[in-house]
């Protein structure tokens, strides 16, 4: 067959011009924000908190997944300025298959942390063999496991797609799929989706931060500081779905009904939701940038390394302080070896041997640990 009659078969090109600069925009955003937070909250987790505690090994997973869709987004970029997919069939179902891993390997994260966060305060006891480093890395195994199986059917639909522009053939990615595909390849997947990466972190999210907050309203009416932040966890747990899974999964589900025919719909709502998905994939893809909020303003190990590290302060990767703080440790044994020769121990009065010692502690000033929360 020749080319001609190749071009004669296809469907001439739609307008998404107005689409892919909203997209261009807003994922120019995401690309720099997600970059920048991502790479550091890595560096940081890698470097200075060594993945101790339960809870920086799922935020750990949490940002790698993040950032692995942030660094495929330059591909998006290119095809939204120039409206034409160069990169072939295989990066574009890549491309697809890494959105779908990040978005609902988010949301299993994030379920992650609320349930560690519900057996930590609600079941301290019964389940605590539950919260050791071996299991959570065990968890966050099986997480990748499952979102990468998803991510092949997904990757099979992500098939680039070609239409007619003038005289030209043009590629596209992201967009064109047939009402058949619809209702033989994507809306199953999307059902499976829903089911597993977004309704069940989410009724898990919602239930352990109900009980957790009535757990603490039970404990004491003055919070401490440890509930607090407990709470600014949740919240923000909370926040990230409302604002970024929530819209998206509740229009894809509403669209995907209205494109395999289960519900009927005139064209101009069909297109309406159509418009509502293309503004809520943003905000899905946002995030990228907003799940960072989660390791700064409820990880208090996090927060102070990332301080410290604003204000300039060299570290020691060994001792995980300032090397200020090691510097004047060692001057502090300088002048206690010193002091102890200059005035030996006999001149000193010996406390009773029958009288307990009480424990000396010496407080550096903010040594970076890797708390619990």
């Not at 072939?88 to 697809?96: K, Y």
């Not at 596209?172 to 597993?196: H, M, N, R, T, Y």
């Not at 899974?245 to 939701?273: C, W």
């Amino acid at each position: 067959m020749s080319n001609d009659s190749i071009s004669h078969s296809l469907d001439p090109c739609k307008d998404y011009s107005s689409n892919h600069r909203l997209h261009l925009v807003g994922y120019s955003l995401i690309f720099v924000a997600g970059l920048m937070l991502n790479a550091m909250a890595l560096w940081v987790f890698l470097r200075y908190l060594h993945l101790k505690s339960v809870v920086s090994i799922y935020m750990f997973n949490l940002a790698v997944s993040d950032l692995l869709f942030t660094l495929s987004l330059p591909l998006r970029l290119y095809y939204y300025s120039s409206q034409h997919w160069p990169f072939g069939n295989f990066l574009c179902q890549v491309s697809g298959s890494l959105f779908q891993i990040n978005m609902y390997g988010s949301c299993l994260f994030l379920m992650c942390i609320s349930l560690d966060r519900y057996v930590a305060i609600v079941h301290p006891l019964r389940w605590r063999h539950l919260r050791r480093p071996k299991v959570a890395r065990l968890l966050c195994l099986v997480v990748w496991v499952l979102i990468l199986v998803g991510s092949v059917p997904a990757a099979g639909v992500h098939r680039s797609s070609s239409c007619i522009k003038g005289n030209q053939t043009i590629a596209l990615c992201f967009e064109s799929f047939s009402d058949g595909l619809w209702q033989k390849g994507i809306f199953p997947l999307v059902i499976l989706a829903e089911i597993l990466g977004f309704l069940l972190p989410l009724t898990s999210v919602t239930y352990c931060s109900i009980r957790i907050f009535q757990k603490l309203c039970q404990a004491s009416e003055t919070q401490s500081l440890r509930q607090q932040k407990t709470i600014r966890l949740l919240v923000v747990n909370l926040v990230i779905f409302i604002i970024c899974f929530v819209p998206y999964n509740t229009t894809l589900a509403a669209y995907g009904m209205i494109k395999a025919h289960v519900i009927q719909a005139e064209p101009p709502v069909r297109d309406s939701v159509r418009q509502a998905l293309i503004v809520t994939v943003l905000l899905a893809s946002m995030n990228c940038f907003l799940d960072p909020l989660i390791y700064y303003f409820s990880t208090e190990g996090f927060r102070n390394t990332f301080k410290k590290l604003r204000r300039g302060q060299a570290w020691d990767s060994d001792t995980g302080m300032a090397k200020t703080q090691v510097t004047q440790t060692k001057c502090y044994r300088a002048r206690s070896s010193l002091e102890a020769k200059r005035y030996p121990v006999q001149n000193f009065i010996l406390p009773n041997k029958d009288l307990p010692l009480a424990p000396i502690k010496i407080f550096l000033n903010g040594p970076i640990e890797d708390s619990e929360i």
